[in-house]
């Protein structure tokens, strides 16, 4: 007896339609999101976890520099680095695409050297490595420019050269069919609209720099030339609280989540024209 109600249930069970399967699935999804959130609210300890990460009077304290040394820091290097990666990438990119043997092999190692290490490193190398073996010490905006937009131009021309790739062939014919030299027509025709599938992808890079300059604090700050993160990191030394890498965090987010935002914007319209 117990047999045949088993082979019953079974039957019914392959009587389910692959619909009503999928919704059998999410309403369990849904119970174990409810249990483990119900969980959470009553076994956290929630006084402690506002004093410990949101304590509003310590976030207080962290105005207005957070916004006019930090954040304003973070964004200048983020604007440097990129500057210097975006030129220096398209020079790489137009070096691989280039006919000259042996620039092609400079720009590929390059590439892929820079592509394959940490950013960490590469940042402590310029910032600490060098100065040390010469004997000489660059300025911090240079050192800074350099340590990031060194890695950024390595990502950069790999983008851009797949932008120039991107544009049909009979681009360039066309421009060399009524009389236009090599180079105008890269200048003039192929790069602009190479740029305009790429941008997309380089806003991608500009938010992944500003999350990098997180790394800058291996070459040493002053008071004034914090960045975000080394600004919350002394704070959170000083009070053993760690409001600070909140407040932080939401400074990151108001820069990066615009950001990202502008990219999916880019993205639609790139298809829509296409």
């Not at 962290?62 to 200048?76: C, S, W």
């Not at 066309?174 to 200048?187: D, E």
């Not at 409001?243 to 990066?256: D, S």
């Amino acid at each position: 007896m117990a047999a045949s109600a088993a082979t019953s249930g079974a039957r019914s069970t392959r009587r389910l339609t692959k619909r009503q399967q999928q919704k059998l699935v999410r309403g369990v999804l849904y119970v174990v999101f409810v249990l483990a959130l119900a969980g959470l609210v009553l076994l956290a300890d929630w006084e402690t976890t506002r004093r410990n990460f949101f304590n509003a009077e310590l976030a207080r304290t962290m105005f207005p520099e957070v916004l006019t040394i930090a954040a304003r820091n973070t964004i200048l290097y983020t604007f440097l680095a990129f500057s210097f990666g975006l030129a220096f990438g398209l020079l790489l990119a137009l070096m691989r695409l280039s006919s000259i043997t042996p620039y092609r092999w400079l720009a590929t190692i390059y590439i892929e050297i820079f592509r394959g290490l940490p950013a960490l490193l590469t940042i402590f190398l310029v910032g600490i490595g060098i100065p040390i073996a010469f004997g000489t010490r660059w300025p911090t905006l240079v050192t800074i420019t350099l340590g990031l937009g060194i890695v950024a131009a390595a990502y950069m021309a790999e983008t851009i050269r797949a932008g120039i790739e991107g544009v049909p062939k009979g681009q360039m014919e066309a421009a060399r069919s009524l009389g236009m030299s090599y180079t105008r027509a890269m200048v003039s025709i192929i790069i602009p609209q190479g740029f305009r599938i790429i941008i997309p992808p380089l806003t991608n890079e500009l938010v992944l720099l500003i999350k990098d300059t997180s790394l800058l604090f291996v070459i040493g700050t002053t008071p004034a030339t914090k960045e975000l993160l080394k600004f919350g990191r002394d704070l959170l030394n000083i009070n053993a609280n760690a409001t600070p890498l909140i407040v932080v965090g939401a400074v990151y987010l108001m820069i990066t989540v615009p950001l990202t935002q502008l990219v999916r914007v880019l993205e639609r319209r790139n298809a829509r024209s296409r």
